[in-house]
């Protein structure tokens, strides 16, 4: 019990007094109400606290935003990459300088371990500082030409407004992922973070205002109303470009909405990530990196384990020391010391959690660990060992504390089972064969293979997936070309 039990948030009010906290959306360089003046409350999952009450704004304001952006446009693109990456870069020191109120609000907004949630400050604050190097380097071509009187040339461009819509999962990082480009190649921004934190979303807007990006090129829009807000944003001709990280199925959604402007679209989905343990895998190790993989943000990552395939010869062993080190875990309010596991981020959240495990049950796993609902919006991390194919969990991304155990005997076999899912985002495996490691990795149908590592996120690697987990890469080397377009030039009559 004492493991679970659920301390008094220390200064909790004093940290609602944080600087960074805003009240109001930024649109055109200025901090607005809706123009109705409705509101709508963010609580904290910890508590159930409200934070602060922000302005509800629907289709009109976003579009006026969207004209704001679309007004910023031609001057902010014809900045040099140089003077768009020192914006960048006063950003990227500004972001790290209010490091620790930042995951305060944060943690209060989404219930993230505050651990966590300084690493997520440093993680965003990456692709700022990564994109503002890239800005220099959208090199285009000179290509040898077919004729003699011709010379043929490509140049990159900014690809115009881009809206963002961004999960609570990662109330900063998933902006600086798709903002830091979009501003590297000279693209204004219309942000809607989500309803349940937009805290974070606003204060990364109030130190892009200090950083001094012009008025209209960072805009930041809040609404209860994600779907009229997202259909304006996906029907809006001036919005060149979406980019969303979410759901499966709000995705569907937005590339159906987005098909009357043929926006080009961005799309980072759901996963149901399988983590493999074959019979030659140093077995610590693949514990070790389950835990990482599958409890980081409790359970509520797009790149979380869902699924764990456990060879016959190991799966005893790797079940009993996973079930140990899971029984370690102290849950509790993210603001105290020490605790490694938060709430879940609603209710809604929290009952699926138990309609998976109760589905799983029903159908003849066990509860080796964990199972139980604790008070509130906490929930025991559970594995469960006798996991098949036909439980609910063995297709649906739980997106949350629950590990379920699958039996397999060949490679042959597993591959069979790690594929058969209609996501592709992340893809684990241990094994200590070198054949066997390549022969894997490239079978699985996934954007992301991590192989002897349970945590494979970073801006330098390109982030994304395959089937129906979306399309489109963030980060790396490859993230800025979804922000530009590209010309060719054909220069004629040289003689
Ligand atoms: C996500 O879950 O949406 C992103 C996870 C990550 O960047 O690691």
């Known amino acids: 019990m004492e493991k679970y039990s659920i301390n008094e948030p220390e200064a909790l009010t004093s940290s609602v007094q944080n600087s960074l906290l805003k009240t109001k959306a930024f649109v055109n360089g200025q901090w607005i109400n809706a123009a109705s003046s409705k509101t709508f409350d963010v609580t904290n999952p910890a508590t159930g606290e409200l934070i602060a009450s922000i302005p509800d704004m629907n289709r009109e304001d976003v579009s006026e935003a969207v004209d704001a952006a679309y007004a910023a446009w031609p001057s902010f693109r014809d900045l040099t990459a140089g003077e768009r990456a020192s914006l960048l870069k006063k950003w990227y020191a500004l972001i790290l300088e209010h490091k620790q109120e930042l995951a305060t609000l944060m943690t209060m907004e989404c219930g993230k371990v505050l651990q966590e949630s300084l690493g997520e400050v440093d993680y965003g604050a990456s692709f700022v500082e990564w994109f503002a190097e890239e800005a220099k380097r959208t090199y285009g071509d000179v290509i040898p030409?077919?004729?003699?009187?011709?010379?043929?040339?490509v140049i990159k461009q900014s690809i115009g407004v881009v809206a963002a819509l961004t999960p609570w999962n990662f109330p900063l990082a998933m902006i600086t992922r798709k903002v830091g480009p979009a501003l590297a190649a000279g693209s204004p921004v219309v942000v809607k973070p989500p309803s349940e934190t937009p805290l974070t979303g606003l204060a990364l807007a109030y130190l892009a205002e200090k950083a001094g990006f012009p008025p209209g090129v960072y805009n930041t829009v809040t609404t209860k109303d994600s779907s009229e807000v997202g259909k304006e944003l996906c029907e809006n001709k001036?919005?060149?470009?979406?980019?969303?990280t979410g759901s499966t199925s709000v995705g569907k959604i937005l590339m159906r909405q987005s098909a009357s402007?043929?926006?080009?679209?961005?799309?980072?989905?759901?996963?149901?990530?399988?983590?493999?343990?074959?019979?030659?895998?140093?077995?610590?190790?693949?514990?070790?990196?389950?835990?990482?993989?599958?409890?980081?943000?409790?359970?509520?990552?797009?790149?979380?384990?869902?699924?764990?395939?456990?060879?016959?010869?190991?799966?005893?062993?790797?079940?009993?020391?996973?079930?140990?080190?899971?029984?370690?875990?102290?849950?509790?309010?993210?603001?105290?010391?020490?605790?490694?596991?938060?709430?879940?981020?609603?209710?809604?959240?929290?009952?699926?959690?138990?309609?998976?495990?109760?589905?799983?049950?029903?159908?003849?796993?066990?509860?080796?660990?964990?199972?139980?609902?604790?008070?509130?919006?906490?929930?025991?991390?559970?594995?469960?060992?006798?996991?098949?194919?036909?439980?609910?969990?063995?297709?649906?991304?739980?997106?949350?504390?629950?590990?379920?155990?699958?039996?397999?005997?060949?490679e042959e076999e597993v591959i069979q089972m790690a594929n058969d899912t209609d996501y592709g985002l992340a893809s684990y495996f241990y094994s200590r064969d070198i054949a066997r490691c390549w022969r894997?990795?490239?079978?699985?149908?996934?954007?992301?293979?991590?192989?002897?590592?349970?945590?494979?996120?970073?801006?330098?690697?390109?982030?994304?997936?395959?089937?129906?987990?979306?399309?489109?890469?963030?980060?790396?080397?490859?993230?800025?070309?979804?922000?530009?377009?590209?010309?060719?030039?054909?220069?004629?009559?040289?003689?």
């Open 261 to 410: 402007t043929l926006k080009k679209l961005s799309l980072e989905l759901g996963g149901n990530a399988p983590f493999i343990v074959f019979d030659d895998a140093d077995i610590d190790a693949a514990v070790k990196g389950a835990m990482v993989s599958k409890f980081r943000n409790n359970g509520q990552t797009c790149v979380c384990v869902n699924r764990l395939f456990v060879q016959d010869k190991v799966y005893d062993e790797f079940v009993e020391k996973f079930s140990r080190a899971v029984a370690e875990l102290k849950v509790g309010n993210g603001l105290d010391k020490d605790v490694q596991v938060g709430p879940l981020i609603n209710q809604k959240g929290l009952d699926k959690v138990q309609q998976h495990i109760d589905d799983a049950v029903a159908k003849g796993a066990c509860i080796v660990q964990g199972g139980k609902p604790l008070e509130g919006l906490y929930y025991t991390p559970t594995v469960l060992s006798n996991a098949t194919s036909d439980m609910i969990i063995a297709q649906d991304e739980v997106f949350g504390p629950v590990a379920p155990v699958f039996r397999f005997k060949t």
């Open 238 to 244: 001036k919005v060149r470009k979406l980019s969303f």
């Open 145 to 153: 030409s077919h004729a003699k009187d011709k010379r043929i040339v």
């Open 440 to 495: 894997v990795a490239e079978a699985l149908e996934a954007g992301m293979v991590g192989i002897n590592e349970g945590l494979i996120s970073t801006t330098v690697a390109p982030f994304g997936g395959v089937k129906e987990s979306g399309m489109g890469r963030e980060g790396s080397k490859y993230g800025m070309d979804y922000f530009m377009e590209i010309k060719y030039l054909c220069f004629g009559g040289i003689s």
